[in-house]
Nanobody, 124 residues
Framework: VQLQASGGGLVQAGGSLRLSCAAS????????MAWFRQAPGKERELVVA???????TYADSVKGRFTISRDNARNTVYLQMNSLKPEDTAIYYC???????????????????WGQGTLVTVSS
């Protein structure tokens, strides 16, 4: 599986961006997907995860502002980011793994495939 993330950029605080992650392979619909981010000097952290069945879990810091969605016909997962804050500045990575409903979604090591990252910069 190969993942290609896009959509990052520079935006003012309060603005919006939509990230996309296009996946290769025929197993996309049976994959758990996630967005992580890593700010300078910080560890990579989960932003949101979506199980293959559609359930989601969000980091507290983005609840109510970010929304994950997926289009299985296009093998693509999206991250809509609204009301962006300077502290959202980071490199955003999409990640994937084969469906594992009883496995943790929080740790980066729980995922087998990673995109190359896309930089989101939020100015104050």
């Amino acid at each position: 599986v190969q993942l290609q993330a896009s959509g990052g950029g520079l935006v003012q605080a309060g603005g919006s961006l939509r990230l996309s992650c296009a996946a290769s392979g025929r197993a996309f619909s049976r994959s758990d997907m996630a967005w992580f981010r890593q700010a300078p000097g910080k560890e990579r952290e989960l932003v949101v995860a979506m199980w293959s069945g559609g359930g989601t879990t969000y980091a507290d810091s983005v609840k109510g502002r970010f929304t994950i969605s997926r289009d299985n016909a296009r093998n693509t997962v999206y991250l809509q980011m609204n009301s962006l804050k300077p502290e959202d500045t980071a490199i955003y990575y999409c990640a994937a793994r084969a469906s594992a409903p009883f496995r943790s979604v929080v740790a980066p090591k729980a995922y087998d495939y990673w995109g190359q990252g896309t930089l989101v910069t939020v100015s104050s």
